[in-house]
Antibody, heavy 119, light 108 residues
Framework: EVQLVESGGGLVKPGGSLRLSCAAS????????MTWVRQAPGKGLECVSS????????YYADSVKGRFTISRDNAKDSLYLQMNSLRAEDSAVYYC????????????WGQGTLVTVSS | EIVMTQSPATLSVSPGERATLSCRAS??????LAWYQQRPGQAPRLLIY???TRATDIPARFSGSGSGTEFTLTISSLQSEDFAVYYC??????????FGQGTKLEIK
């Protein structure tokens, strides 16, 4: 069974930091481009950051560039998102999602982890 | 960046009837278009990719069509579990992946 399990979300004050993790199982993680997709309460889906299979290519949305860092450990089948200088507008459910062909669709999604930035 | 626009924002349909959802791209995305379903409190689920190919285990009542800039998701004979929010996503010009704003399919 394919599983993506996110963790690390929570309540943090503006300017604070969080590190999200996504543990993968049931598929060949190192063949997938991975992406963090977020969804603010009652809003749509936004791609925050993507990382290629070998970490050779990384993308950040302008809204998080310079504050967030994506990484992966293929030996541990894990994806990470280090989030610094958090703002209220970063509050959202963060999903990790897997793209099997690089620059394609997401056939695997985690259940999401909630990040709330508030004083 | 390609902008994806979905219409309508909300669609009210009775169970057993057909629903037709639209997605328009600001420039051609060829057939590099996916559709997702998101039920309340759940993660999105892939329904369609390549504009018209159903994902694994997706019922045949879901069908996709279109190419270039105009796409349609059709759900024939709506079931209770189909009432959800639907998103389209282009992957022709990456990065970034871009999603439409969603169409909420509600019970009439």
């Amino acid at each position: 069974e394919v599983q993506l399990v996110e963790s690390g979300g929570g309540l943090v004050k503006p300017g604070g930091s969080l590190r999200l993790s996504c543990a993968a199982s049931g598929f060949t993680f190192n063949t997938y481009t991975m992406t963090w997709v977020r969804q603010a309460p009652g809003k749509g889906l936004e791609c925050v950051s993507s990382i290629s299979r070998s970490s050779s290519y990384i993308y950040y949305a302008d809204s998080v560039k310079g504050r967030f860092t994506i990484s992966r450990d293929n030996a541990k089948d894990s994806l990470y998102l280090q989030m610094n200088s958090l703002r209220a507008e970063d509050s959202a459910v963060y999903y990790c999602a897997g793209d099997p062909y690089s620059s394609s669709f997401f056939d695997y999604w985690g259940q999401g982890t909630l990040v709330t930035v508030s004083s | 960046e390609i902008v994806m626009t979905q219409s309508p924002a909300t669609l009210s349909v009775s169970p057993g009837e057909r629903a037709t959802l639209s997605c328009r791209a600001s420039q051609s995305v060829s057939s590099n278009l996916a559709w997702y379903q998101q039920r309340p409190g759940q993660a999105p689920r892939l329904l369609i990719y390549g504009a018209s190919t159903r994902a694994t285990d997706i019922p045949a009542r879901f069908s996709g069509s279109g190419s270039g800039t105009e796409f349609t998701l059709t759900i024939s004979s709506l079931q209770s579990e189909d009432f959800a929010v639907y998103y389209c996503q282009q992957y022709n010009n990456w990065p970034p992946y871009t999603f439409g704003q969603g169409t909420k399919l509600e019970i009439k």
